[in-house]
């Protein structure tokens, strides 16, 4: 009975992980994850899969996401549709002067791999204070989703402040700093409020349905 119910979890796993990987890549290959963006880097919905899998199945399928995440983000920039930005996420791409180095590969799989980390740890350690697997969900979800935006950022200013400020600020009178914090406040938060939501409404009615059958 034990071993059928051990692959029974199995195989809801593997179900479950294969449809959210499937989201993944659609939101990540497709313009139904990109949201319409005030800034010049787009706003995304592709860290949605990946605070959702942390929630319903853990740190681990969550990390895991969040590699396929980097992963799309690689292959996408790379190969299916590389622009004035593409070097920030690759070291195969070079626009004139700019070129992508070891600091792109970074930039593209550490913030996305950290999204389930910082989602899990968050959520594990607010259940203990607020005893509200909606509450915590929906902060654990911000934390997640800003953990991705401001490494991603801080690894722009870190690796290619100077080329991303010439290529993206207009006004000289402003700086690098001042330029990020408004990425941060028209895209970042943005995605860290639909973080939240989808932590909250969608990742955990999901985990306790399917914890019935588990």
């Known amino acids: 009975m034990s071993k059928t ?12 992980f294969s449809i959210l990987l499937a989201i993944e890549i659609i939101v990540c290959f497709t313009p139904l994850g990109t949201l319409p963006s005030l800034g010049m880097l787009s706003a995304t919905l592709s860290h949605v899969p990946v605070i959702i899998t942390a929630v319903v199945l853990g740190m681990k399928a969550g990390t895991l996401m969040g590699l396929a995440f980097g992963m799309c983000s690689f292959i996408y920039w790379t190969f299916v549709a590389p622009g004035a930005f593409s070097f920030l996420y690759t ?3 070079t626009l004139g002067e700019y070129s992508g180095n ?3 590969l970074l930039i593209c799989f550490v913030p996305r ?4 980390v910082v989602t899990v740890l968050v959520m594990k350690g607010l259940m203990k204070v607020f005893k509200n697997q909606f509450a915590a969900a929906a902060v654990a979800g911000v934390a997640g989703t800003l953990t991705n935006t401001l490494l991603v950022l801080g690894g722009i200013y870190l ?6 400020y010439a290529m993206s600020v207009t006004d000289p009178s402003q700086t690098l700093l001042a330029f990020l914090g408004m ?6 938060l943005p995605e860290a409020v639909i973080g939240g939501i989808a932590a909250s409404a969608i990742a955990v ?3 306790k349905a399917v ?4």
């Open 159 to 164: 690796f290619f402040g100077q080329e991303y």
């Open 183 to 188: 990425v941060i406040l028209t895209n970042g």
């Open 91 to 93: 070291p195969f791409y």
């Open 205 to 207: 009615p999901v985990k």
């Open 211 to 214: 914890g019935k059958y588990m």
């Open 5 to 16: 119910r051990n692959n029974r979890k199995q195989i809801l796993f593997l179900c479950q």
């Open 113 to 116: 791999i950290l999204i389930g």
């Open 102 to 104: 070891f600091g792109s």
